[in-house]
């Protein structure tokens, strides 16, 4: 499939009445060994997870390591990707270009919020630049109302979102992600206010679970920097049972 065709068959995957699940991946034999599933449909890239891998904290690892990175994921696999791209560093349409030039065909741009019209504009830059490149882009514009919005309370947290979601559709955005452990009232609310299959949601310890999500009219569910935690765990205790004098279990796989 060429990038168009990939990246018109992921934002089909956001319109379709089942919930797009992706199982956040960090690197390309994370990449694969998802995609061999025959329930993946699509991968997405957790940017705390890369950043994680080169030693950078969330949000602070250069843009050439990242496109250089998630441009390997893309071409290591046939499915659509779509990649954690942070806040789209200092120009979040040529971001978008590049990006499209490694291969990836959607993305999670944050807004930080950052001012309304500033956060808009940056929406509408994305969308243009990837109109230029002849990609229908898979944009899941992502609104920090919830998780950054401080004291407020949450009906004003939502309100926000609701707001900031709606303009990001209107300027041509595919979904809007709102972070957070939210409820079925939360998403409620996101939904009738932001549209229907337009909201992405995160599984984060005490979510609802995916089918719930779906139930509510969301579009997509992701987990972030959760599936490689999980990943490293596994790794941790394994050698702790190794240092043990365990012995590597039997039922290990070979997946890379």
């Not at 599933?37 to 950078?56: M, N």
């Not at 602070?60 to 990175?69: H, L």
């Not at 504009?121 to 992502?142: H, S, T």
């Not at 509510?216 to 050698?239: E, F, K």
Request: charged share 25%; proline share 4%; no cysteine.
């Amino acid at each position: 499939m060429t990038n168009a065709d990939k990246a018109r068959t992921l934002i089909d995957l956001y319109e379709a009445p089942e919930i797009l699940r992706v199982v956040n991946i960090w690197d390309v034999v994370s990449a694969k060994a998802v995609a061999t599933l025959p329930e993946t449909k699509a991968l997405a890239t957790a940017g705390h997870s890369i950043a994680a891998t080169f030693g950078y904290a969330d949000g602070q690892i250069p843009r050439d390591i990242m496109i250089d990175f998630v441009g390997r994921i893309a071409a290591a696999v046939d499915l659509p990707v779509t990649a954690d791209l942070d806040d789209g560093y200092a120009d979040a349409g040529e971001t978008t270009r590049l990006a499209i030039g490694v291969g990836v065909v959607g993305a999670n741009i944050e807004d930080r919020l950052a001012p309304f019209a500033e956060s808009v504009a940056k929406v509408e830059a994305i969308v243009k630049a990837a109109e230029a490149e002849g990609v229908p882009f898979a944009l899941n514009a992502r609104t920090d109302a919830v998780v950054r919005g401080g004291d407020k309370p949450l009906a004003d947290k939502l309100a926000d979102a609701v707001e900031r979601g709606r303009a990001f559709i209107d300027a041509g955005a595919t979904a809007v992600f709102v972070p957070g452990v939210l409820d079925a009232d939360a998403t409620r609310t996101l939904v009738e206010g932001i549209g229907h299959n337009r909201v992405s949601v995160i599984g984060l310890p005490g979510a609802l679970t995916a089918a719930e999500y779906e139930a509510l009219g969301a579009s997509r569910i992701s987990y972030g920097p959760l599936t490689q935690r999980v990943a490293l765990t596994a790794l941790q205790d394994l050698a702790t049972d190794l240092y043990a004098d365990g012995v590597i279990p039997e039922s290990t796989r070979a997946l890379n």
